[in-house]
Antibody, heavy 124, light 112 residues
């Protein structure tokens, strides 16, 4: 079955860095766009970054552009998020998510699988 | 980019039915949306996609008590025979060529 397992979260001081990883299994990783989505404590869901299926096109929310970098290794079935210059407002749970491919007459797009999340706390 | 509006909360009695609404901004009334459920302390879970014609496709394993529909800019998630485990936050999401994904604010469903 589809599995997405995040790691790398933790406590970091403002201005610090963290690297999140997501190991996937149960599907053909190289077929799918992938994203990171975060959730601040007690708040809703916020898209952070996306990569296409080859890693050749990436996109970022305005709030993280220039500080975060998404990457993927299709040979190792892994997705990464390098987070630099972290701020307290980056605190939250970070989810690795898969985006759907076209199937059954439905076009590609939208999140169809979630990891369990990894917590990030930015605090002095 | 699409903007999605959801009521902040809803309630339903055990065994009853409840219909949650997600409204798309004008210009996006034909967009497909997805519904996700987040039970307390858990990661979100993808439930289904719903299109502007009211067709929906559920994820494998989602109970058939959950169904989707749509009318104009509104997309609905209906839960029949509500169970205690359905108490959760429900988020709708949309996307387009320029926006990988955007979420509504979520509806907290309380089961009475």
């Amino acid at each position: 079955q589809v599995q997405l397992v995040e790691s790398g979260g933790g406590l970091v001081k403002p201005g610090g860095s963290l690297r999140l990883s997501c190991s996937v299994s149960g599907f053909t990783f190289s077929d799918h766009f992938m994203s990171w989505i975060r959730q601040a404590p007690g708040k809703g869901l916020e898209w952070v970054s996306q990569t296409d299926n080859r890693g050749s096109h990436t996109d970022y929310a305005d709030s993280v552009r220039g500080r975060f970098a998404i990457s993927r290794d299709n040979a190792r079935n892994s997705l990464n998020l390098q987070m630099n210059s972290l701020r307290p407002e980056d605190t939250g749970v970070y989810y690795c998510v898969r985006e759907s491919i076209s199937a059954g007459g439905w076009p590609a797009g939208g999140v169809d699988s979630w990891g369990q999340g990894t917590p990030v706390t930015v605090s002095s | 980019q699409p903007v999605l509006t959801q009521s902040s909360s809803a309630s339903a009695s055990l065994g009853s039915s409840v219909k949650l609404t997600c409204t798309l901004t004008s210009g996006h009334s034909r967009d497909i949306i997805a519904w996700h459920q987040q039970q307390p302390g858990e990661a979100p879970r993808y439930l289904m996609k719903v299109d502007d014609l009211g067709r929906y496709i559920t994820e494998t394993g989602v109970p058939d008590r959950f169904s989707g529909s749509g009318s104009g800019a509104d997309r609905y998630l209906t839960i029949s025979n509500v169970q205690s485990e359905d108490e959760a936050d429900y988020y709708c999401a949309a996307w387009d060529r320029n926006t990988p994904v955007v979420f509504g604010g979520g509806t907290k469903l309380i089961v009475l």
